[in-house]
């Protein structure tokens, strides 16, 4: 079973500066199956990346992915206010079919 | 628009049976790509993936759960469902249910994302 590890944990930083979040696999994963989240408090999670780097419906182009083989990354340009929550990293995969990383929290500095 | 509104009992005692609903507004429930998942959040601790279900009844859960969860479906209300039985106080969680796209061709697999998702249901498993 893969592991996604996610670093870091906490990201302490200021609106307008660059975020850059690390999702690590334990096993290559295909670049297909990877997607990040955005979770807020007291809100269902949102998808914001699936693909590795494909854009959801509707997410600013600030934010954007890149990555493969065990290595992705999510990158937010330029922080605005609402962008500081918790993001998520996802393999689809084989049993199970769906695993996440245990998350980053990005908090203002 | 698709919506997803979910509804279930929100607390429980140990070693009884969690059940949740969740129905898809504004949409179709069959197309053979969705797959219509559940997924939970103990408090403080991360998200994990429950288990999903297609428009045919197909099943995938994970396996730490699999021996306790039973998700079913009805395409007739485009509602599916997941039961859990025996719960514990470690199966205290928000409860969310989300439509997933996994189209597969003869080629490949393309996995799309979980795109829409359930309000969130707190469920609180407490003697």
């Known amino acids: 079973e893969t592991v996604l590890t996610q670093s870091p944990g906490t990201l302490s930083l200021s609106p307008g500066e660059r975020a850059t979040l690390s999702c690590r696999a334990s096993q290559s994963v295909t670049s297909r199956y990877l997607a990040w989240y955005q979770l807020k408090p007291g809100q269902p999670p949102r998808l914001l990346i699936y693909g590795a780097s494909s854009r959801a419906t509707g997410i600013p182009d600030r934010f954007s992915g890149s990555g493969s083989g065990t290595d992705f990354t999510l990158t937010i340009s330029r922080l605005e206010p609402e962008d500081f929550a918790v993001y998520y990293c996802q393999q689809y995969g084989t049993s199970p079919q769906y695993i996440f990383g245990q998350g980053t929290k990005l908090e203002i500095k | 628009q698709v919506q997803l509104q979910q509804w279930g009992a929100g607390l429980l005692k140990p070693s009884e049976t969690l059940s949740l609903t969740c129905a898809v507004y504004?949409?179709?429930?069959?197309?053979?790509?969705?797959?219509w998942n559940w997924i939970r959040q103990p408090p403080g601790k991360g998200l994990e993936w429950i288990g999903e279900?297609?428009?045919?009844?197909?099943?995938n859960y994970n396996p730490s759960l699999k021996s306790r969860v039973t998700i079913s479906v009805d395409t007739s209300k485009n509602q599916f469902s997941l039961k859990l039985r025996y719960v514990t106080a470690a199966d205290t969680a928000v409860y969310y249910c989300?439509?997933?796209?996994?189209?597969?061709?003869?080629?490949?697999?393309?996995?799309?994302?979980?795109?829409?998702w359930g309000q969130g249901t707190t469920v609180t498993v407490s003697s």
């Open positions: 989300a439509r997933g796209k996994v189209e597969e061709t003869t080629m490949r697999t393309y996995y799309s994302g979980m795109d829409v």
């Open positions: 504004g949409g179709s429930f069959s197309p053979y790509y969705w797959r």
């Open positions: 279900i297609d428009h045919s009844g197909s099943t």
